[in-house]
């Protein structure tokens, strides 16, 4: 027997709801299983960098060069660890945000040098730029070595962040910027009110990813002889020779830094998705 036209559309709906179910929960496992990962991670590490040092306290035999010691030492490095994060993600975002729209600019005199700019900047290491910054030019130009830091996170950082913010503009549509201008606005009004902050949706997960790899890359400052993290964990080990401990505390300590870090982003991504 054929199926009637209520018994179709009922087939259809259900057979629609299915689907639609079908895209949904993987999703939705997909973000509980993340959110699971993360909590699991953050609490190994917390329980790690917590049970280690207290269990040496409370330790009746007296012993030094262990990790109550190396956390006490431990939040000078955090503190220099973070600035020069946070600083050199504002100086990139900055020279991203000048380099990308340089880029898409219509006049070749602008477009050639920041394109050269990226090119150059990308081809060279991190690490030597840092080295070319402070000990090269320092022959000429004397800067203290947290300002060659950032002055090296901005300039290698920007030249991949100025691609984000030509991808983000060019990813609002065109008629966007025509129906600003046709409202009065000149191109820095349609530019900072209406196109930009479109564009946060694509630009803002980007940006903290490459916030994240900073963080981490923070590790090479130690050659300028910034008391970051791993500077304090690298002249700890030195003088007691202890090095499996400290690296292990270490690396749990930026483990935790950038798990907490990664979810910041996860929340700005958020805001900027509701918003948008």
Excluded: C
């Excluded at 991203?96 to 477009?111: C, D, H, M, Q, Y």
């Excluded at 002889?225 to 500077?231: G, H, P, T």
Aim: a positive charge.
């Amino acid at each position: 027997m054929g199926l009637g036209s209520g018994g179709s559309s009922s087939l259809t709906r259900l057979l629609i709801t299915y689907s639609l179910m079908s895209e949904i929960v993987p999703k939705h496992k997909k973000i509980n299983t993340q959110t699971g990962a993360w909590n699991i991670a953050v609490l190994i590490s917390v329980v790690f960098l917590i049970y280690l040092p207290s269990k040496e306290a409370l330790s009746t035999s007296e012993q030094s060069g262990g990790y109550l010691e190396l956390l006490s030492l431990l939040p000078a490095g955090i503190f220099y660890t973070l600035l020069v994060t946070f600083l050199g993600s504002a100086a990139a975002i900055l020279v991203g945000l000048l380099v990308g729209l340089g880029k898409l600019s219509k006049n070749p005199a602008i477009r050639l040098p920041v394109s050269f700019y990226t090119e150059l900047l990308r081809g060279v290491p991190l690490l030597v730029l840092l080295f070319y910054i402070y000990y090269a030019l320092g022959e000429f130009i004397h800067m203290p070595a947290l300002v060659a830091a950032v002055a090296g996170f901005g300039f290698s950082y920007g030249a991949y962040m100025a691609d984000i913010f030509r991808a983000g503009i060019e990813a609002i549509p065109k008629e966007q910027g025509e129906a600003a201008r046709s409202l009065g606005m000149n191109e820095k009004q349609a530019l900072t009110q209406i196109i930009l902050p479109q564009s946060m949706r694509t630009i803002i997960p980007a940006i903290g990813n490459q916030t994240l790899g900073m963080l981490k890359d923070t590790s090479l400052v130690s050659v300028l002889a910034i008391s970051d993290i791993l500077r304090v964990g690298n002249e700890y080990a030195t003088k007691h020779f202890n090095f499996f401990e400290t690296y292990t505390y270490v690396a749990l300590t930026y483990l935790l830094l950038t798990l907490l870090l990664s979810r910041v982003v996860h929340k700005l991504e958020s805001h900027y998705r509701v918003v948008g």
